[in-house]
């Protein structure tokens, strides 16, 4: 593993995101759910969520990558109680 281009790893991860979204969003006729609410997801508010965490050893591929919203991603980070 290299860690020395974490811009260039941003950037993959990034264009991961547009491709995923695509992906899902041909096989389910435009329709994005999102892997926390289960609600429809924009594009502007699609983030990709690791299923397994990367401090837990989960990887980068898309088998472990889910899109959820932004704000469900951090809240699910943040572990707050509702
Ligand atoms: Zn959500």
Redesign the pocket.
């Known amino acids: 593993m290299v860690c020395a281009y974490s811009d260039s790893k941003m950037s993959t991860l990034a264009h991961t995101r547009i491709k995923m979204y695509r992906t899902v969003a041909r096989q389910l006729h435009g329709v994005v759910p999102?892997?926390?609410?289960?609600?429809h997801?924009s594009l502007e508010?699609a983030t990709l969520e690791h299923i397994q965490p990367r401090s837990e050893g989960g990887s980068s591929h898309q088998e472990n990558l889910a899109i959820?919203?932004a704000?469900?991603?951090h809240q699910r980070h943040a572990q707050q109680p509702a």
């Open positions: 999102c892997w926390v609410c289960g609600k997801v508010d959820s919203h704000v469900c991603n």
